[in-house]
């Protein structure tokens, strides 16, 4: 069977008309921003607030909390989830705003339990973090001024009284209720939140209340344009057919002219009837020879800027910006002889999918800046990634994600907010799950970067693998997972048909069919055999599925990042300090028992840290090359994880403060458009190149070993012409003929493609593992030059210098980092750093592989 979801979008945020001066418009939209205090409920003092903001962040900023994320300051802040707090501020609306026919607050973000109180009447009560809250509030304003207050419950007092009305505890494994003192009562799954605030293997347990997204005040006469989608009905090289459908409020029966411009063309302009009430309204139009939006690595992600708008009488106007990316996308469900097959294939073509998952990037989400959302986009864009897991722990990502992930042709597969655990299946939680759905497929269906849309994470496999059905009788577990069913059968899927209808919708990630187990066969893949069955890294080369959506290996941060939240006395790995930035449970001792797989025994803390990342960056590129030498029976590499939420120790491949560890540079190399994979196995080297490209390409493959010191053992040429997007086998060669009579442990194969002569891809092959290598110390020479905005570092070697490691404490990039030098293969690094840096060249701390023992 093949299910074939065709996807087109016009995409963007919405974005009203503002009341400004002369401007025409019936909207107007203020945002609430300004003269917020807050106080816990039980006291009397009242204190500045940030909004947005938590209230974590609002008391670290007045002094009254230390650093959450320093040393052990976790333990000591877990009281605040235990209290209630509250919000006020003083909204002045002049006689004409209130003179409007329609006069709303809109809450774009409530966390999580809270009711809202309009001059002491309390107006609106909310319970779901995800959703967005709009009532008109007309009659409760004056003209003049008003107090807005938000009272906030504590979580922690909701929900814990809610296990003992449902008679038992439902599975929630990452929930971490012991270290917020509630022992073995997980609340998690009773909140509509952010899973992650109650701790995970990667972060701490900091359950927030406060107002996390924005607040409006919007006034209008006649009609707001509430809504728009624009779904082509069909698209050529050389014509696009787009229907638009837009939702619009209106107080008046009367026509309006809709008008629909794109790229400064005007497409539509037409009469249409407005109804008192909600109205949904459509119009056709044509763009010939469309601009399409391509994936990153394979053209241009083209988006149209669109503007769709109302005019009644020249009296009344409204209007809503977009941005529009016309493209295909299918998600190919064939069945084959080995099972069926999952890609994505986008504008008519198979493509491959390189990237990461993606968790929220602080547990206080309003600290989280434009610039930090930026800095993540261009990691991945950098890395040659074209897919970002958006993870169902987290949170549905603000507008700018995936406006970025939009302009820079990041596809982005969409969890829904359901991690790890079973959920509630009464009534009330059932409606908030299916609004919390509506709300956020509405807002998100318009960005073209969205390719899938997934129920949840690993809930399924939970139930069938983890022992979830253990504690249960026969009838709780099928009241439970009737209730699973419910939700990710019924309910979000119906949402996604009926207010989007254009994507695929998966019910589980991993998952091998609907309701079925993951398999290595068929769907998609969370391959955790390596790391938490303690394979070896070899065993990537052989547990391969369709699509691997999760897979990793864990490392700690830098020194630097590690001295921020610690001091010298806690530079031990055991020390309570790194163990709290330590939340896995079997994390250290894993880290340990694969060093000793891999690597000789780092001497002390600093160089435990440094080969911590190389051996994690050598296990993840071991993973991504044999992911993609499976090309086509497997179509997707999407490691864990691409960023972390504090300072810490995990799977990440960026850390907190977005420095680039090991991994990502070694993901960047085989994450790249045309790549050769060597590899040694059943005797043979045989020496594979992947390709990405849509067109096959003449290029030179150049094979030569040499031993440590650079002497030549072995070399080759050969012209070839790589295939199309797809992976083949170009060579193999025996061992001996590479070694030339020496001795295994001191042979290294080199391997380059050069097209036009330039190298698009190298590659080493080593024949023992590091810890074997008879390496010597090197000499290594370094010359660093300015150059343009930033320096030039120039090295050379005489002898191999196994994963040379730059580092500086001033913050900066180095274009290469945990490298191999070559005796005779001189490297030229860029280093750039916003703020200059004076003297780099004796700023820069140097380190190889045989400095750390």
Request: with cysteine.
């Amino acid at each position: 069977m093949k299910l074939k979801y065709l996807i087109f979008f016009l995409l963007g945020a919405v974005g009203l008309m503002y009341s400004k001066g002369e401007e025409r418009t019936s909207v107007k939209k203020i945002e609430i921003n300004s003269g917020w205090q807050f106080k816990q409920a039980d006291k009397e003092e009242w204190l500045p607030a940030t909004v947005p903001g938590t209230v974590h962040t609002d008391l670290l900023y007045n002094k009254l909390i230390p650093d959450p994320f320093y040393r052990n300051n976790e333990k000591d802040l877990q009281w605040i989830d235990k209290k209630d707090w509250e919000y006020q501020t003083i909204l002045n609306v002049d006689e004409k705003t209130l003179s409007m026919q329609n006069v709303e607050l809109i809450f774009n973000g409530l966390d999580t339990y809270a009711d809202v109180y309009v001059n002491g009447e309390k107006v609106l009560s909310v319970d779901n973090m995800f959703r967005e809250w709009k009532l008109n509030v007309k009659k409760y304003l004056k003209a003049g001024d008003n107090q807005l207050k938000i009272y906030f419950h504590s979580p922690v007092k909701i929900d814990v009284p809610k296990i003992a009305a449902m008679g038992y505890q439902l599975p929630a494994i990452n929930d971490q209720s012991e270290n917020g003192g509630l022992g073995d009562k997980k609340i998690s799954i009773f909140a509509r939140k952010a899973q992650y605030h109650y701790g995970w293997d990667w972060g701490p347990r900091f359950v927030t209340s406060g107002i996390w997204r924005p607040i409006y005040l919007r006034a209008y006469d006649s009609f707001v344009i509430e809504n728009i989608q624009m779904v082509p009905n069909s698209i050529t090289e050389q014509l696009a057919n787009v229907v638009a459908h837009l939702e619009i409020n209106s107080d008046i029966n009367d026509n309006v002219v809709l008008k629909i411009n794109a790229d400064g063309k005007e497409y539509v302009s037409k009469n249409v009837r407005l109804y008192k009430g909600a109205n949904k309204i459509s119009a056709v139009f044509e763009i010939t020879k469309p601009n399409l939006w391509m994936p990153n690595g394979l053209g241009t992600p083209y988006l149209y800027n669109v503007t769709a708008s109302l005019n009644h009488l020249d009296k009344s106007f409204d209007s809503i910006d977009e941005k529009m990316g016309l493209r295909t996308v299918e998600v190919v469900r064939d069945k084959d002889e080995k099972g069926t097959s999952f890609y994505f294939k986008v504008n008519g073509h198979p493509v491959f999918m390189k990237g990461a998952n993606y968790i929220p990037q602080d547990n206080f989400l309003t600290r989280v800046t434009d610039k930090d959302y930026e800095a993540v986009i261009k990691s991945a864009v950098d890395a040659n990634m074209n897919m970002l897991r958006v993870w169902g722990g987290g949170i549905y990502e603000n507008d700018i994600f995936y406006d970025l992930c939009d302009k820079n042709g990041i596809m982005v597969w969409q969890d829904f907010m359901f991690a790890c655990s079973m959920y509630p299946g009464d009534e009330k939680f059932l409606n908030s799950v299916k609004e919390e759905a509506i709300d956020n497929v509405k807002r998100l269906r318009n960005h073209p970067s969205i390719a899938i849309w997934c129920g949840n994470n690993e809930n399924e496999d939970g139930w069938n693998y983890w022992g979830y059905k253990t504690p249960f009788t026969e009838e709780q577990q099928k009241t439970i997972y009737n209730s699973y069913k419910e939700k990710f059968f019924n309910i979000i899927p119906s949402v996604v048909k009926e207010y989007d209808g254009t994507r695929f919708y998966w019910p589980s990630s991993p998952n091998s069919d609907f309701g079925r187990a993951s398999n290595m066969s068929s769907g998609d893949l969370h391959y955790w055999g390596v790391w938490h069955g303690k394979e070896p890294f070899e065993n990537f080369q052989e547990k391969i599925g369709r699509f691997i959506s999760e897979y990793g290996f864990q490392s700690f941060p830098e020194f630097k990042t590690v001295k921020s939240y610690s001091i010298p006395e806690d530079w031990d790995i055991e020390s309570d300090v790194m163990m709290s930035h330590q939340r896995s449970g079997i994390g250290n001792l894993r880290i340990r028992d694969y060093l000793n797989m891999y690597y000789k025994t780092p001497k002390d803390f600093e160089t435990f840290l440094y080969v911590g990342q190389v051996l994690q960056g050598y296990g993840i590129k071991q993973a991504i090359e044999a992911h993609r030498r499976a090309m086509p029976y497997n179509m997707g590499s999407l490691y864990w994880q691409i960023n972390d939420c504090w300072p810490v120790a995990s799977w990440s491949s960026t850390d907190y403060y977005k420095r680039w560890k090991a991994m990502h540079y070694e993901a960047k190399k085989a994450y790249k458009e045309i790549i050769v994979s060597p590899i040694l196995k059943d005797g043979f080297v045989t020496f594979t190149i992947v390709s990405d490209r849509l067109e096959p390409v003449s290029a030179q493959l150049t094979i030569k070993s040499h031993d440590f010191s650079g002497k030549e053992l072995y070399s080759q040429n050969l012209p070839i012409e790589i295939k199309a997007n797809t992976s083949a086998n170009y060579l193999t060669l025996l061992p001996k003929d590479l070694l030339n009579g020496v001795d295994e442990s001191k042979v290294v194969v080199v391997t380059e493609i050069k097209i036009g002569g330039t190298v698009v891809s190298d590659n080493l092959l080593y024949f023992k593992q590091p810890k074997d290598f008879a390496l010597t110390k090197p000499e290594v020479k370094m010359n660093v030059k300015k150059s343009g905005n930033g320096y030039t570092v120039e090295l050379s070697t005489d002898k191999l210098a196994k994963n040379v490691y730059l580092q500086i404490e001033e913050e900066g990039f180095f274009s290469d980092n945990y490298f191999d030098l070559l005796p005779g293969r001189n490297v030229v690094i860029n280093f750039t750093s916003e703020k200059p840096v004076e003297n780099l060249q004796n700023k820069i701390k140097l380190m190889t592989l045989t400095d750390s023992y």
